[in-house]
């Protein structure tokens, strides 16, 4: 076990290494003049320069890179070109709003997707299977930013039950934050319960056609204690498997999300980066969120057999 | 399976004349009722984006007399904030969905075949290639293609480029995959040992048996190419501001939700559409082509 964590842990690394490569390399391989790029389109000849200089453009790119990477395993992530703030600093400021967003979602799918998914699987070919699993190619299909604006139009424009749009902190309460947050939790939930809920259905078909759910039948389990203890912990490993995948598909989300409801996240900033070509925040926003997702997946592949203690390494 | 594993059972079910001369389009429907309604709302589609300028209108002049109307006989789906058409919008935004959802889906089956090949095939590519599609793979496809847009002049081609990089690594996973699988079967040891040359045994052995996984993930691709593109569009980050794209009308009516919700939900809806037809049409070829995949769904 600890020789495979060691190896996990390496691989991890690398494929960290791999990512900041790619992210370095990303300015540097697009066609034209970096620093003409970071400038903008009306940059004068002078301000070029200057960006050259700042970004030190005209060491040898090894030279470059080191010098970035040194940064960022420091936690120095460049400077912003169009606020002249630590790009670390400018995501730490943000971080709260996308945080919470994450983790509510996180729990709204993970809750919701879990009981569709086991429902459809012990009322499998049934209307309320059918109806589920349609239900989960439509929350494939139908785009956040989307379901965001009808969310809002219907329950905080037409309606009025809801704040339209925003953020509060959670320092202010508990009440006015969750209040903020539920639609866009909803939005940003709905494309992760299909995918969840699709797996565990399948993962829970597969357990329910075990020999010893028909033993634990037959010796008088009842439905529930069957159905959770029994079946879903044995489902467990493709469900929580698909959970992290997801995480991709949320970070991605989460950006959109926040621009849909005016969230000032991490997302949002990266977005407002992109109308100024301001690349340190882009380029540590991409090195943020691919990091949280190779950190996800690994802690995930420890907990294989922590779920299933038949698995060993 | 089942049919195929046990075909005298079938034939002495059917007392009917073989069926399998000629089979009837009808029953086709009848058999695979997700894929056909896919496949229909595609055509459909496809032909009104192709056939945009002969009915739709002018998606781009503008009626300042006629902002924010709502949906009329005269408009369709009404007018947005500079008072352009959104019906001729919508169906001209269908043809840059449709183009890039099909562009990426070619594109990155094209290049990660090739790349999934050779490292499925030769053990000394593997290492280092899946190492590099590991990383590509960690980073998020839309932040990916965002930096990729924002570094570059935006446009319809970019776009296209810079989602096909992101879905790139999931098919070299997936030919590498059923590459591995194969080239330890007797048919290929059994070439390999009569002499038959790499590139033959990759063409004529190999490469038939990733068409059907291709098949199924090219459609997802696709759907997932379009809803991609409406967040590029979206988030500014897409085609240029003046072409119309569903996800630059809804990024441009955005303050006008209250108002005029029709600016944003006739594009809105167009996108599910579309993106739920690809996955209908995947679904139901993923359960012809792959039952494997089919059950593991």
């Known amino acids: 076990m600890l020789g495979y964590i060691i190896r996990r842990l390496g691989s991890t690394v690398l494929v960290m ?32 320069a200057q960006v050259r200089e700042r970004l030190g453009l005209d060491d040898p790119l090894p030279v470059q890179f080191i010098r970035w990477s040194g940064g960022v395993l420091r936690g120095d992530l460049g400077i912003s070109i169009f606020s002249n703030e630590p790009v670390a600093k400018l995501i730490g400021e943000r971080l709260e709003p996308t945080i919470s967003l994450s983790l509510t979602t996180i729990v709204f799918a993970v809750v919701i997707a879990v009981s569709f998914g086991v429902l459809a699987a012990w009322r499998a070919g049934t209307l309320i299977d059918r109806a589920l699993m349609g239900f989960s190619v439509l929350g494939f299909s139908v785009p956040v930013f989307v379901v965001g604006y009808l969310l809002i139009y219907l329950v905080s424009i037409n309606l009025g039950w809801l704040p339209v749009q925003g953020y509060a902190p959670i320092a202010e309460g508990i009440g006015p934050w969750l209040q903020r947050l539920i639609l866009p939790t909803i939005a940003l939930g709905l494309a992760y319960v299909a995918l969840i809920a699709r797996i565990t259905r399948t993962s829970m078909l597969e357990v329910l056609s075990e020999d010893y759910i028909r033993t634990a039948r037959a010796k008088g ?74 950190l996800v997946n690994l802690l995930i592949d420890l907990s294989y057999s922590f779920l299933d203690p038949r698995i060993r390494y | 399976m089942s049919a195929r594993a046990s075909p005298p059972a079938a034939t002495l079910a059917e007392t009917a004349p073989p069926s399998r001369a000629r089979p009837s389009f009808g029953r086709f429907l009848r058999r695979n009722p997700t894929m056909a309604l896919g496949g229909l709302i595609l055509i459909l589609l496809l032909l009104v984006a192709v056939a945009a300028p002969y009915f739709a209108g002018d998606p781009i002049s503008m009626t300042p007399a006629k902002r924010l109307k709502p949906p009329s006989a005269e408009f369709w789906f009404g007018t947005d904030h500079l008072g352009r058409d959104v019906f001729a919008r919508t169906v001209f935004g269908a043809r840059i969905s449709l183009l890039v ?61 810079a989602i096909t990089i992101p879905e790139v690594p999931r098919v070299v996973r997936l030919v590498r995959a059923v590459v591995l699988s194969v080239r330890e079967a007797p048919y290929v040891e059994a070439a390999v040992a009569s002499g038959t040359r790499t590139l033959r045994i990759i063409r004529r052995h190999i490469l038939p048996n990733t068409i059907a996984p291709l098949i199924v993930q090219s459609t997802y691709i696709c759907a997932s190419a379009i809803l991609v593109e409406a967040a590029l569009s979206f988030l500014g980050a897409g085609t240029p501001p003046d072409v119309p794209t569903w996800g630059n009308m809804i990024a441009q009516s955005r303050l006008y939700l209250s108002v005029a919700p029709w600016t944003i939900f006739c594009p809105g809806i167009a996108l599910a559409i579309v993106v739920l037809a690809v996955n209908l049409l995947g679904d139901g070829l993923r359960d012809r082509l792959d039952p494997r995949l089919a059950r593991r769904m």
């Open chain 2, 101 to 161: 959802g099909l562009s990426v889906a070619i594109f990155s089956i094209v290049v990660g075949l090739a790349i999934g090949l050779l490292a499925g095939y030769f053990r000394k590519v593997d290492a280092v290639v899946m190492r590099l599609m590991d990383g590509l793979m960690a980073i998020p496809a839309i932040l990916l293609a965002i930096a990729l847009v924002a570094l570059t002049k935006a446009s319809v081609f970019i776009v296209i480029i």
């Open chain 1, 17 to 48: 290494g791999i990512v900041g490569v790619f992210v370095f390399l990303l300015l540097h391989l697009s066609p034209g003049d970096p620093a003409a790029i970071v400038a903008g389109d009306n940059a004068t000849p002078d301000q070029i």
């Open chain 1, 221 to 294: 389990v009842a439905t529930r204690p069957m159905l959770l203890k029994h079946a879903l912990k044995n489902a467990g490993v493709p469900i929580v498997t698909v959970i992290g995948i997801g995480i991709a598909l949320l970070i991605g989300g989460v950006v959109i999300t926040e621009t849909v409801f005016n969230i000032p996240g991490v997302g949002r900033l990266v977005v407002d980066a992109i109308a100024k070509r301001d690349y340190p925040i882009i380029q540590g926003v991409i090195l943020l969120f691919s990091g949280v997702y190779v």
